[in-house]
């Protein structure tokens, strides 16, 4: 079933094109919605909300394994829609999708196991003569607005758990990529899902706007950037917020580390889906005696590794999403150069795409080492003492993931203590993450956590029960 299906009460006025990054060419189009459109798209969720909720936890796992297996039979359209649209080597949408089937299935699992538990009333004085237990109950309606970085998968996480938790969903993706989150969605209505329960919107930020202000959605599930961050928990009232809003993942290497294993992993997280990765690895913080060695075999990877068509099997790196992107990195580029930083890779741009860019010697004060930078852009700085190292981790005040590599295990379990974050990564990249993980920030902009069960969670709300005998 078609997006058009489900809105066929409103009229859409228009169809909206998406290009490929890396040649501009059409690769698929979307029927958009104006703001207007709002209140009857918020009726009709609220009609999903009541057929979500009266949906056996069984049928909510039997819908959603279906769609799992679906995409699993087509997941090679899946992969190509990826790279038309996000620019995502082939290699690199081919995880992401076995990625987005993980998820539906672990939504599955959890619509079946995720209950309450019995209360002992009687352990309370005055309560000898009660018993009882809580449920999980839905919130009613999400709001899920989705990045372009991962058109697939991160909108699994939003919509699985939501589905399984017995909420309707409105979604808007990204306008950059929302033919991979169309195809999810019909092959959750090919799988038995009601129209009602999910709501796809294309549109701009004004459609945006009227359904995360409308009084009915419970909840706003948004992975974005902090400007957008601000703006949504501004307009959104009295509802609940879970947002992703993106990092500045530090990575500690320590002069007892394998500095192969390091540079391996650091160039993979630092590099992959062109660096427009919120856990991807920006700083690389090495202990003054193996700084040498790192930094020579470091940029010899980055070097080596192949940019161009991401439709290619032999592409690493492929294109950034839109030129204004790039130009934006380039900014934050030149002015880290401009402070003293000096390119030992990359900064060259070939249309869309940013070769693979490593600087050393930059300003702490600088745009390039205080904000995220969303491309293929890595900083590598020294440090002789290992507070030092957490010192210059820590400074930034809002985090993801960091990780560090080391052999002593004191100083990894020391460091997990030490470091600000929502995760850290040991002998690994900053970007590994497990779909079923708890994942989400620390400090500033830290707001609920995404992984399967954890964003069940967030999406449900306890309900007591309580019987006098």
């Known amino acids: 079933m078609s997006d058009t299906t489900v809105l066929q009460d409103v009229r859409v006025p228009q169809l909206h094109e998406v290009a490929s990054p890396y040649d501009g060419r059409v690769v698929g189009a979307v029927p958009t919605t104006d703001a207007n459109a709002a209140v009857a798209l918020m009726a009709a969720a609220r009609a999903g909300a009541a057929v979500a909720k009266s949906l056996s936890r069984h049928a909510r796992a039997v819908i959603l394994s279906a769609a799992a297996a679906d995409i699993e039979r087509r997941s090679e359209v899946f992969a190509r829609t990826i790279v038309a649209e996000a620019g995502k080597t082939i290699r690199q949408a081919r995880k992401e999708v076995d990625r987005a089937i993980n998820t539906l299935r672990l939504s599955a699992e959890e619509a079946k196991r995720g209950t309450g538990e019995v209360i002992p009333f009687d352990s309370y004085a005055g309560s000898e003569d009660r018993t009882g237990w809580f449920t999980r109950e839905p919130l009613g309606i999400i709001a899920a607005i989705t990045p372009f970085n991962d058109p697939l ?63 009915d959605v419970r909840m706003v599930s948004f992975t974005g950037g902090f400007a957008t961050g601000e703006a949504i928990a501004r307009a959104a ?3 609940k917020l879970a947002m992703d809003l993106g990092g500045n993942a530090p990575v500690i290497v320590l002069d007892d580390a394998d500095v192969d294993q390091a540079v391996d992993s650091c160039v993979s997280g630092a590099f992959w889906a062109a660096g427009q990765n919120c856990v991807g690895v920006q700083r690389i913080l090495v202990h003054r005696s193996v700084y040498g060695e790192f ?13 161009g068509d991401p439709a290619e099997e032999q592409t690493d790196v492929g294109p950034m999403i839109t030129r204004g992107a790039v130009r934006e990195v380039q900014l934050k580029i030149q002015g880290a150069i401009d402070g003293g930083g000096t390119v030992l890779a990359g900064n060259r741009a070939e249309g869309n795409i940013l ?53 002593s295990l004191a100083a990894a379990m020391r460091a997990a203590r030490d ?39 967030e999406m449900t709300q306890a309900k007591v029960v309580c019987i006098r005998s």
């Open 355 to 407: 070769l693979p860019t490593v600087l050393e010697s930059v300003p702490e004060d600088c745009r390039l080492w205080q904000e995220e930078v969303f491309g293929p852009v890595v900083m590598l700085k020294v440090f002789s003492t290992y507070d030092e190292a957490i010192e210059l981790a820590n400074s930034i005040d809002f985090s993801l993931h960091a990780g560090i590599f080391t052999r």
């Open 419 to 457: 470091l600000d974050a929502g995760g850290v990564m040991i002998n690994d990249s900053s970007d590994y993450r497990f779909d079923g993980m708890p994942f989400g920030g620390s400090k500033y902009g830290s707001m609920g956590r995404e992984g399967v069960r954890f964003a069940y969670e």
């Open 153 to 215: 998968n991160l909108v699994a996480h939003k919509v699985g758990p939501a589905i399984a938790g017995g909420n309707a969903v409105v979604l808007k993706p990204s306008a950059l990529t929302p033919l991979s989150a169309q195809l999810l969605a019909d092959s959750l209505f090919d799988a038995g899902l009601p129209p009602e329960v999910l709501t796809v919107v294309h549109g701009g930020r004004d459609v945006a706007a009227a359904i995360i202000g409308n009084r």
């Open 295 to 307: 930094r020579r075999k470091f940029v010899a990877a980055t070097t080596a590794l192949v940019t």
């Open 237 to 239: 009232g009295l509802k």
